[in-house]
Every structure is written in C-alpha cells, then in structure tokens.
C-alpha cells in the first residue's frame, strides 16, 4: 500500500469546492455517511476559493528549493521530480 494512504479506514470528510455550499447535498452527505465527521474546508483550514492559489504557491515555493513536487505513488511517474522552472528576469 502506498505509503501516503491512510492506514485506518477513514471516518471523515471536508469538503469544498461548490457544493460545500449547498444545503441540501451536505444534508444528504451526512446522512449517507452516518457516524462520519462531515466538514467544510474552510471552517478547519481556510477559504476554499483561495485552495488552488495556495497549493500552487507550495508547488512554486518547492521548485525555488529545488524539492521535489510530484507523488510518485500517486501519479504513476518513476521518481520524484521537481516541477517547473524559475527563469530570472532579464
């Protein structure tokens, strides 16, 4: 089992994006997952509209430190890479 998998059956869930807004499907999220934790994203983190900015500043932050920014477990790639390139101003 790759090693950034849970080793515990998992007992909650945060949710984010669209539908963390709608009513009706967290409702229905809860029930369905009756004894789980349901959460909203930005009431454990942040806002959920700002999730894609920061992860994609931590992937730009890991490329300047020349670490590496890929999964390769999860994504099927050969080794660990560092993403991108920094190319300085003229």
Same mark, same amino acid.
Request: charge should be negative.
């Given at each position: 089992?790759p090693r950034?998998?849970?080793?515990e059956?998992?007992r909650?869930?945060v949710?984010s994006?669209?539908?963390?807004?709608?009513?009706?499907?967290m409702?229905?999220?809860?029930?369905?997952?009756d004894?789980?934790v349901?959460?909203?994203?930005?009431?454990?983190?942040?806002?959920?509209? &700002?999730?894609e #900015?920061a992860s994609?500043?931590? !992937? /730009?932050?890991r +490329?300047l430190?020349?670490?590496?920014?890929?999964?390769p477990? &999860?994504t099927? #790639?050969e080794?660990?890479?560092? !993403? /991108?390139s920094? +190319?300085?101003?003229?």
């Open positions: 089992m950034w998998l849970p080793t059956p998992a909650e869930l949710v994006g669209g539908g963390a807004r709608n009513p009706v499907l409702n229905r999220l809860r029930e369905a997952l004894g789980w349901v959460r909203l994203f930005d009431d454990e983190f942040f806002s959920g509209d &700002a999730k #900015a994609f500043a931590y !992937l /730009g932050w +490329t430190h020349g670490l590496p920014g890929n999964v477990g &999860a099927g #790639a080794g660990e890479r560092v !993403l /991108g920094v +190319t300085p101003s003229a």
